[in-house]
């Protein structure tokens, strides 16, 4: 009869070495006692994980009565895979009833089940309660699980980089059989340098496990760039491949704009300002308006729209009445994106208020270029004075000069008409005459002239001290004698006399 059920359990190495003493050949095919004779012809077996193996093993002649088992494993640290009572799910006999084939077959197998396994016939032992003795084992089966690796999987940082951030992506699968792994990665389909994947045993020993690392500097358009990771092995027929969308690990800051950039309105009327945030990624965003360091309610503010280039923009209207207390208020558009620090813009209102007292009460804008307009007038004016007293400085010069010059007589003929072409013989057509003397100056009476129609010119001065000379200048500027008869020239005066008279000829 056989001995009742029992489960697995480890042999201990006393127990195998009494019986490795007990026996004439041990271990190997063909290790008898009498006629028995246990056979296990498989040396190796491969196989792919999944798949269902079967595990050969035969007993021949006449042997003491006893239990046959499977056991991976040999030693302290054999497991029982196979008794006959009792088993695993995935472990069954090939031939239930057969007292000579013990073969087994294991469903599913798995890169843990990897290992040599041995095909035990057990004795009872003649003492009641001992535990049976090992008789005879086959030589093992080295069992080889090929096992495809799992669906690599891509994993990026724990939290969002901003642009130019350099950024680190890591490929990981497991569960292979045998070693040899190699991976390719490929950014929007093209290749990309990454390091040399590090291959680590599994824990079960008997399959493995592999991690490679890619490095990325990320850009703003990398919002739609997709990153792979391709494992090859034998046991694939076309690469594994895992993917990753950059957008999961990128962050880009937007820009905030405010128009109008400067604005000056008349007073009491409604200013629209607009704040434009624009190119960010992701969507999450909080804005909001401040006057001063009061924040003011939201009055119009768009949703998020999506660009084509996958990001995003909005817009916000915010409008103020334009009072006096507000001229110069700061109107500011304050954005918080993704939970980073305020970005912002800042634009102040100037309000056009009539004037009261002159530059007082205009902005201080309106005042500033007032005053340069008023310094370059100033400046214009300053140098056009010192012109003009140039210039008269250097005709007062001039006319000083011009009066130390001897006495000379100067005629200054205007231009010719055509009745003056037709009496140009006429000696007694006179026009004007310059009398130049000496520099000593005297009281000049009033001019008289001895008729309309005279051609001659008399002088009054005051009463000659006694001697001829002392008249300076006598200047008869555009007197224009008119053509008259023809007199007889006045006779000389006295030397002493008052009065000169010229006559002129016209050349």
């Known amino acids: 009869m056989e001995p009742p059920a029992r489960g697995p359990r480890p042999l201990s190495w006393p127990l195998t070495c009494l019986l490795l003493l007990s026996l004439p050949s041990w271990p190997g095919v063909g290790a008898q006692s009498g006629t028995s004779r246990v056979q296990q012809p498989q040396e190796q077996l491969l196989a792919m994980a999944g798949q269902t193996i079967t595990l050969s093993c035969t007993i021949s002649g006449v042997g003491p009565p006893g239990p046959v088992e ?89 939290r969002r980089a901003g642009t130019g951030a350099s950024v680190s992506f890591t490929c990981e699968t497991g569960g292979f059989f045998p070693k040899d792994i190699s991976v390719r990665w490929l950014k929007n389909k093209a290749p990309i340098s990454a390091q040399q994947p590090r291959v680590r045993p599994g824990h079960s020993n008997s399959s493995y496990t592999m991690s490679s690392t890619v490095t990325l500097a990320l850009e703003p358009q990398d919002v739609r760039s997709q990153l792979a990771c391709e494992v090859q092995h034998p046991t694939l027929p076309a690469p594994l491949r895992g993917t990753y969308q950059l957008r999961e690990a990128l962050r880009v800051a937007p820009s905030v704009r405010l128009l109008p950039k400067a604005s000056s309105v008349e007073l009491n009327k409604t200013w629209t300002l607009s704040c434009r945030v624009e190119g960010f990624y992701p969507r999450d965003l909080a804005l909001s308006w ?32 334009a009072t006096e207390d507000r001229n110069g208020s700061a109107f500011t558009c304050r954005v918080v994106h993704d939970g980073q ?8 209102l100037w309000v056009a208020v009539p004037a009261k007292e002159g530059l007082g009460e205009r902005s201080p804008a309106e005042n500033g270029n007032l005053l340069i307009i008023y310094s370059v007038v100033g400046v214009v004016c300053t140098v056009l004075a010192l012109l003009v007293a140039a210039v008269l400085y250097l005709i007062r010069t001039k006319q000083s000069k011009a009066g130390k010059s001897s006495p000379s007589a100067r005629l200054h003929e205007p231009e010719k008409s055509s009745e003056a072409t037709t009496q140009e013989s006429d000696p007694n057509n006179l026009t004007y005459a310059d009398l130049n003397f000496e520099k000593e100056r005297k009281s000049i009476r009033r001019m008289v002239e001895l008729s309309q129609q005279s051609e001659y010119a008399s002088i009054q001065g005051s009463p000659a001290p006694g001697a001829d000379d002392n008249l300076t200048y006598a200047d008869l500027d555009m007197v224009h004698l008119n053509k008259a008869p023809k007199r007889p020239a006045p006779r000389p005066e006295e030397a002493s006399s008052e009065y000169a008279s010229v006559q002129i000829p016209r050349k």
Request: hydrophobic share 30%; glycine share 10%; proline share 9%.
């Open 290 to 321: 401040l006057e001063g360091g009061r924040e003011l309610p939201l009055q119009n503010t768009s949703r998020p729209v999506e660009t084509p280039q996958g990001l995003f923009q909005l817009s916000s209207l915010v409008e103020v009445q």
């Open 70 to 158: 499977w056991l991976k494993g040999w030693g302290s640290e054999n497991k029982t895979i196979y008794v006959q009572t009792s088993s695993s799910p995935r472990v069954t006999r090939v031939e239930g009833g057969s007292n000579e084939d013990f073969s087994i077959q294991i469903r599913d197998v798995q890169p843990e089940d990897a290992g040599t396994y041995y095909c035990v016939k057990f004795t009872r032992s003649g003492r009641p309660g001992a535990a049976p003795q090992v008789f005879q084992h086959g030589q093992g089966t080295v069992v080889s699980v090929q096992a495809r690796p799992r669906q690599p999987v891509v994993s990026g940082p724990g």
């Open 341 to 348: 620090d305020p970005i912002s813009s800042t634009v102040t």
